[in-house]
């Protein structure tokens, strides 16, 4: 997991940086960052010539230390900063670093120009522009060219950030160069993995430059989930084990005409490698399930009469639980949800209708003791945190990670806020941001395949005494569920994506993983 911070917090670690390290020995490592990503990543390396679009800051002089290292012949850089009255480049209202790396350019016979050149083919356009400190809208002559580099069509490589983001909220400020591929100096900002910013960075990666987060006052609170986080946090897969070793799910799902949610996730808790699964549904979903999953076990109530005791003996059996997922908000939903939350006394999650009867009758959350909560997993997508939370869905979508802190500070519980780039929150205000998934994954049964994986992940650890906390396990859910629809959209194209598809997504990574 990499920090991520606000222009503030990077601009405080910078500072105490160049204390220890000269600024230049800073810029150099990030112009060959810049310069390593040209040449290695696939939308860049093939393209023969080089557009660096140069501001006055310290991320001009980023730009102009790259351009120092590319070949002369094949790079032209643009001057997008303040000018003279002669219409020549400004020194004096550049940074002193960069200042330097502009007059290294010319002395270099690198060609600096004002205007961008008519002929971009075969062209990648370098941005370093703005960085973190771009507080107001861009207009004029800086705007106007902007505009003109996005138009040309080009891949964009972004130093830091996109010229035009807010860098920690994610704003356009009047206009924005958009990038194919961002290269965060030293760590991830707020602005380029949150959106509305998000959909301008293109694929984020991020270069260390020798940066620490020492400085901060306090630790980072905010930190972007990677690939390489998964396999750490799956359960192992002990050779000698039997189907208990891996816990048991019971998924208290589905109602009269709402199978499939049931389906769904049972489904993914099998394929999470829980041991067994267990549905608990009403009696007229019997057929259906027994006939599309028969490895599960099904357990009935009468329609809208769910029986305790039934609900007791099939808590008496599970590792975790899941509810939610397609028991609908009526009477019979609010008794079976209301006996659920007064009796379970293992790892919780609480999906969909679970968290509509929530949001109606905020009591019945009354019935799960502290210790418990701390066990429990809210799955909320941004209507349901609006109704949570009692605020519009513009005011959670307008800050994710903090709509999650919200909803986790007020049920004192883990929260994943699902969304294009889902945020999880503990209750002590810790926020993980996931930045993989997309938009094929916006189709019914994805909410569903997501809590049976996180209820058949918190199963496992369960049974199998990992110590793995549930927050953990809950990242692990998002991150498999995410890379999987991910491979789903690749494999079928985002349009025709199904909540099916995504599962065939979870059994390949998996897979890997086992390989691995």
Known sequence: MIPILTARQMR??????????PAHVLMDRAAQALFQTLRTHPALREKSRTLILCGSGNNGGDGFALANLLPTATTVVVYVGEMTADGQPDTGKMSPECARRYANALANGLRVQVTLPEDTTDTVIVDAVFGIGLSRPITGRCASLLSKAAARGCPVLAADIPSGLHADSG?????????????AIGYPKRGEVLF???????????A???????ALPTPATAHLLERTDLFPLLPPRPRRANKGSFGRVLLAVGSPLMSGAAYLSAFAAYLSGAGLVEILTPACNRTILATALPEAIITTYPENQPDPQIIKNALSRADAVVIGCGIGTDEAAEQ???SLLGQVHVPLVLDADALNLLAKNPALFAAVVPEQRAQTVLTPHPGESARLLSRSVSEVL?????????????FQAVVIQKDAHTALAAPDGTVRLCPYG???MATGGTGDVLAGLVGGLLAQHAALGTGVSVFDSAACAVLVHAIAGDLAESARGGRSLLARDVCDG???????????
């Open 12 to 21: 405080l670690c910078d500072d105490a940086e160049t204390e220890k390290v």
């Open 171 to 183: 704003a356009v400020l009047g206009t924005v160069l958009p990038a194919t591929v961002t290269l």
């Open 196 to 206: 509305p910013g998000a959909a301008y960075a293109g694929e984020v990666y991020t």
């Open 208 to 214: 260390d430059i020798g940066i620490g987060t020492g």
């Open 336 to 338: 079976l949800l209301r």
């Open 398 to 410: 307008a800050d994710i990670p903090q709509s999650a802190r919200d909803c986790a500070a007020a």
């Open 438 to 440: 997309n938009s094929g």
């Open 506 to 516: 979870i059994a390949d990574i998996l897979r890997k993983a086992d390989i691995r």
